[in-house]
Every structure is written in structure tokens, then in C-alpha cells.
């Protein structure tokens, strides 16, 4: 169960466009649509802003989408605003029936 | 409203053991699967267990398989976690999590509501 892998960091200017890729193995985000990606501000709960690849659950700006492409999911969020800044984490059914996550993105809106 | 509302943290030494608690509250509890996902200090979430509407189907992270247990009750509407043979990289801040359903169907692996957390740390 080795943790998907993010890159540690991302930046991007107000307006910009950025994308945060994970990537597993055939085992986990590659074999199964059943990838999540979660918004966490500091000191809070984590938020869920993408379900199964690229659907969002009700109330989610429609800024944030999500795709895959073989063993690598990405969350792609445009018009980027300050509210954005946060760390983001990836998340994948496997083939052992787990959950694993990824090590997780900060977000630094300049 | 939604309400998970984590108990049963604090501080123990390696080797001793520890039960969560997670009083849901604000939703039909016995009709979500239920997870428990952990964050040590400064770092990044961990999935480590999850347990089904009906308690037919548990799962474990690797890390945890054998010495913790979930359970639930449902008349109760609590999620439980026992926690044996503590180490110190269990030490984190553990969040009760449900697992997200619109009104017609459940999505494996997202979570849509977290509690506040409790922390556990274990050191001598």
C-alpha cells in the first residue's frame, strides 16, 4: 500500500490555471475509476471536491475537474483565486480492497 | 445537519491501547459505509479502516491489520476504533469519515463528511 504520488508543491497566479497529478499503479488509480481528490485548509477537515475521476459533488465550483490517463489522475483547477490556497490530496480504491492517499499538493496561490 | 463527533484520544505508552469513539448524528447512520483516516502531525492523510452499512465488510490499511479493530452499532449510531499494541507512528490525529451517497447511489472511496478529529499519542 504505498502512497500515490503527488508533487509537494504547485503554484500559480490569480486567474491561472494549474494542474496536480497523481500517480499510482495498475493496482490502484489505473485499474479502477474510484479516484477522490480532497481540499484540506490548515487546522480543518478535509473537503471532498472530486469523486470517481471527474465528478463533483453538489456545491463544488465547477473551476475544479478531474481526469485520468492511465496510472496518473490529475485535478485541474482554473480561474484560480486566493480561497484556492490549501494542500490537495488524491485518493484510490485498490485491488486489495484498501483506500490509499496520496502524499498530498500545497496549493500556493501568488 | 451532519454530525460526526470524535472521543477517546489522549496520550498512551507504546504498546498500550486506546478505543475511539464517533457519535454520528443528523443522517440514517445504518445506511453509510464509515471510515477511519488518520493525519500525524504535519503530514499528509492515511486511510485506516473502513466498515460497511452492515458491518459485513471491514478493511484495513497494511499498517494497522491486527492490532486495531473497527466495529460499530447502528441502534447506537457509533463507530468504534480499538486500538492495540500502539506504536509511535500511530501517533496522529484520527477523523471519523462518512462515506459520500446522493440520493440514488454510494461512490467507493469519497468521503463527504470528517469529524473534528481526536489525537492519539502514543510515547513513553
Known amino acids: 500500500q504505498s502512497a500515490l504520488t503527488q508533487p509537494a508543491s504547485v503554484s500559480g497566479s490569480p486567474g491561472q490555471s494549474i494542474t496536480i497529478s497523481c500517480t499510482g499503479t495498475s493496482s490502484d488509480v489505473g485499474g479502477y475509476n474510484y479516484v477522490s481528490w480532497y481540499q484540506q485548509h490548515p487546522g480543518k477537515a478535509p473537503k471532498l471536491m472530486i469523486y470517481?475521476?471527474?465528478n463533483r459533488p453538489s456545491g463544488v465550483s465547477n473551476r475544479f475537474s478531474g481526469s485520468k490517463s492511465g496510472n496518473t489522475a490529475s485535478l485541474t483547477i482554473s480561474g484560480l483565486q486566493a480561497e484556492d490556497e490549501a494542500d490537495y490530496y488524491c485518493s484510490s480504491y485498490t485491488s486489495s480492497s484498501t483506500w490509499v492517499f496520496g502524499g498530498g499538493t500545497k496549493l500556493t496561490v501568488l | 445537519e451532519v454530525q460526526l463527533v470524535e472521543s477517546g484520544g489522549g496520550l498512551v505508552k507504546p504498546g498500550g491501547s486506546l478505543r475511539l469513539s464517533c457519535a454520528a448524528s443528523?443522517?440514517?447512520?445504518?445506511?453509510?459505509?464509515m471510515n477511519w483516516v488518520r493525519q500525524a502531525p504535519g503530514k499528509g492523510l492515511e486511510w485506516v479502516s473502513s466498515i460497511s452499512s452492515s458491518s459485513s465488510y471491514i478493511y484495513y490499511a497494511d499498517s494497522v491489520k491486527g492490532r486495531f479493530t473497527i466495529s460499530r452499532d447502528n441502534a447506537k449510531n457509533s463507530l468504534y476504533l480499538q486500538m492495540n499494541s500502539l506504536r509511535a507512528e500511530d501517533t496522529a490525529v484520527y477523523y471519523c469519515?462518512?462515506?459520500?451517497?446522493?440520493?440514488?447511489?454510494?461512490?467507493?472511496?469519497?468521503?463527504?463528511?470528517w469529524g473534528q478529529g481526536t489525537l492519539v499519542t502514543v510515547s513513553s
Open positions: 443528523g443522517f440514517t447512520f445504518s445506511s453509510y459505509s
Open positions: 470517481e475521476v471527474s
Open positions: 469519515a462518512r462515506e459520500y451517497c446522493s440520493s440514488t447511489s454510494c461512490y467507493t472511496g469519497a468521503i463527504d463528511y
